[in-house]
């Protein structure tokens, strides 16, 4: 692939040997190309099933089947995904153990959690998401780490999920910027914009006062 | 027999409450069909209580309860209506203290939704098995009337292996190739990826792959490509079919394919020893160790116990195969003083008992040993 951008590193990754396809992905800094297995994305994502699959009426899956060389399909830029967590997820889902961390740390877990989502592939990542989330469970009650709810939301978190929704049903706030917010020690934070949308719409408007009085209880 | 399911089925679906009702109705069907042995439900298992409760009381002596839709929901709604079987069934033997020969269920679970509370430790120790169980109640003998307790319910475990009929199991739904394991009574065919197969074992590489030794064999590459040139031309695409010959256990057939396509959902996360060491033969021979990492080490751990122990002398394949190093040092250590050779077979002396080594040990160890 001619590299236009002097500035672009392009790498490229061999997540399948024997894959049919490239998936091409573009941000300013590094240009990654996937060579990955269309079965198996088909396989544990709804959405690659749906602009891939067999019975797709999409573009892709017609010009996956009737090219002869690999097939490019690009990642769209403005999706803003981590091409390291990208190659991470690949690689569960082509079943390599041996190049998948055994650690993540929370920003990076967060860049999965977030390709995850909106790839609807969470299930897929089993039993590596318990590996990663365990060491950072005691996190999730710590200020700083709101953001453990759209993990514990992705993937299926059921214990921590409960334990964050009743704290930030008690404390949440809408902040100036008509947000979604948290009250952290008498602190308002901004939530991260991953919060679940279903979340954010269900919940019922905050009432400021009755929160601020909950404030002293909830810090101890 | 169908019509006879359909029957209780309707009527169970219109009066789900009075069970005097279905009772009655059981009998009007025994009267008509009163040399009905054997009642085939086909998706039936919404209406199993009542179909079992039915074949209780009007003295059926075997019921086949297959559930074919099973698989294809993994929300759980499915597994739940097994679980209901199951449950149902065994607490219908309970209660009613009737004897059924025979029943097999047969319908592709999940190992995980089976509800503790209602089957026995026992049974669930057996349940392991991918795609179909058979529950069995025997009356010992004839004259002897015995009644049928928890203990004489039997999981006949390996239940794939009793059935005659071919099980056909979507690893990869997506995929493009068929793997048939025949056995002597039926065959298991496997729709997975060739992408996938040949990624994570060398030898499926060696088989499917261009740059095999065997590009050239009908069974291998070429087949597949002529296959797949074939398949373009015509109008009906059938997948290329790639065939085992090998008797390999089919639940650890498929537990091996399935890590291969990183299906962890459908991975037990316990499993008994003996299929540990029929997965760990499955790895050797393929050579896929590496893809079963994430879940072996829960069950390496499980077993931990059971190192040394009189019973478990396949340990030292298990340890062989999926590298772990500590307990390999462990049994050869152990075993390498009480090797003896006997009757051109392997024995190992443990804990003063010859116990049999058997057959699972890694070839290069058995020429070290006796070189």
């Excluded at chain 2, 430790?121 to 795609?131: F, G, Q, T």
């Amino acid at each position: 692939m001619p590299d236009t951008d002097s500035e672009q590193i392009a790498v490229q990754l061999t997540i399948c040997p024997y894959g049919d396809m490239n998936l091409v992905l573009e941000t300013p800094a590094i240009n990654a190309t996937y060579l990955v297995s269309s079965h198996l994305l088909c396989s544990a994502s709804p959405v690659f099933r749906a602009s891939l699959g067999p019975h797709s009426q999409f573009r892709e899956a017609a010009e996956l089947q009737s090219s002869h060389k690999l097939y490019q399909m690009p990642i769209g830029e403005d999706l803003g995904f981590d091409p390291t967590a990208m190659a991470v997820v690949l690689c569960v889902l082509h079943g390599r153990a041996s190049y998948i961390p055994d650690t993540i740390d929370f920003e990076n877990l967060l860049e999965i959690a977030i390709i995850c989502d909106y790839y609807d592939c969470a299930a897929a990542m089993s039993p590596w998401d318990k590996t990663w989330m365990q060491p950072l469970q005691k996190l999730s009650t710590e200020s700083g780490y709101e953001d453990w709810l759209f993990l514990a939301w992705v993937f299926e978190n059921q214990e921590v999920f409960e334990q964050m929704t009743k704290t930030f049903a008690r404390n949440g706030v809408k902040t100036k910027d008509g947000e979604f917010g948290v009250v952290v020690r008498g602190e308002v934070k901004r939530m991260y914009t991953h919060l679940p949308e279903c979340i954010t719409r269900t919940r019922p408007k905050p009432q400021i006062g009755s929160i601020y009085a909950h404030i002293s209880w909830y810090h101890r | 027999m169908l019509t006879l399911v359909g029957i209780i089925g309707d009527m169970a679906a219109q009066h789900t409450r009075v069970s005097g009702d279905i009772l009655r109705w059981c009998h009007e069907i025994y009267d008509k069909y009163d040399n009905g042995t054997t009642v085939k439900c086909v998706k039936g298992a919404k209406y199993c209580d009542y179909i079992v409760f039915a074949a209780l009381h009007t003295g059926l002596k075997a019921l086949n309860l297959l559930e074919d839709e099973m698989y294809e929901r993994s929300d759980g709604g499915a597994s739940c209506t097994l679980d209901r079987a199951i449950g149902g069934v065994l607490k219908l033997i309970n209660k009613t203290r009737r004897n059924l020969e025979r029943i097999s269920i047969k319908g592709s679970y999940h190992p995980d939704c089976i509800t503790t509370s209602v089957v026995p430790e026992s049974l669930k120790a057996c349940m392991d098995n991918i795609s179909c169980l058979s529950l069995t109640s025997y009356s010992k003998s004839s004259k002897q009337v015995e009644e049928p307790t928890w203990n004489t319910v039997v999981v006949e475990n390996e239940g794939l292996r009793i059935r005659k009929d071919d099980v056909y199991l979507e690893v990869c739904p997506y995929g493009d190739i068929e793997v048939v394991l025949s056995k002597a009574t039926f065959n298991a065919t496997f729709l997975v990826s060739s992408h996938a197969l040949r990624t994570g074992s060398s030898v499926f590489r060696e088989l499917l792959g261009p740059e095999s030794a065997f590009a050239g064999h009908n069974r291998g590459y070429r087949a597949l490509r002529m296959h797949a040139g074939h398949a373009e031309s015509s109008s009906h695409a059938e997948r290329f079919q790639l065939v085992v010959e090998k008797t390999y256990n089919p639940t650890a057939f498929a537990i091996v394919l399935y890590a291969l396509h990183a299906c962890g959902a459908n991975i037990p996360s316990s499993i008994n020893f003996n299929k540990l060491l029929k997965l760990a033969v499955v790895c050797e021979e393929y050579n896929c160790a590496s893809v079963m990492l994430p879940w072996c080490e829960k069950w390496i751990e499980e077993w931990r116990w059971a190192v040394g122990t009189p019973g478990y002398e396949g340990w030292l394949f298990v340890a062989w195969v999926f590298g772990i190093n500590d307990i390999f040092r462990t049994l050869t250590k152990v075993f390498a003083g009480g090797v003896i050779a006997e009757d051109c077979g392997r024995r190992v002396v443990v804990n003063e008992g010859i116990q049999k080594l058997g057959e699972y040990i890694p070839q290069r160890i058995m020429g070290m040993c006796f070189s």
